[in-house]
């Protein structure tokens, strides 16, 4: 049985194995939308594949915008 816990455990940073591909990115968010779905968290994939969308572009370029240590 599973539940769902509202709470944040792991802060995630870019890269890693689902980043080498698109294909890789679409396979871990379709996992992703499988796992809430089946939670009865999410319910609409057009919305839930955007808003991935979205974050992934955001956490992007504040990547991107962020300086490095010495610089």
């Given at each position: ?34 796992a ?9 994939p ?26």
């Amino acid at each position: 049985m599973m539940h769902y816990v509202p709470d944040v455990w792991v802060r995630m940073r870019a890269g890693g194995v689902t980043n080498r591909q698109v294909s890789d990115i679409l396979r871990g968010n379709w996992k992703s939308y499988v796992a809430l779905r089946e939670l009865g968290i999410a319910s609409n994939p057009v919305c839930f594949f955007f808003r991935k969308f979205l974050y992934r572009v955001r956490t992007y370029l504040d990547i991107k915008s962020a300086k490095l240590p010495g610089s």
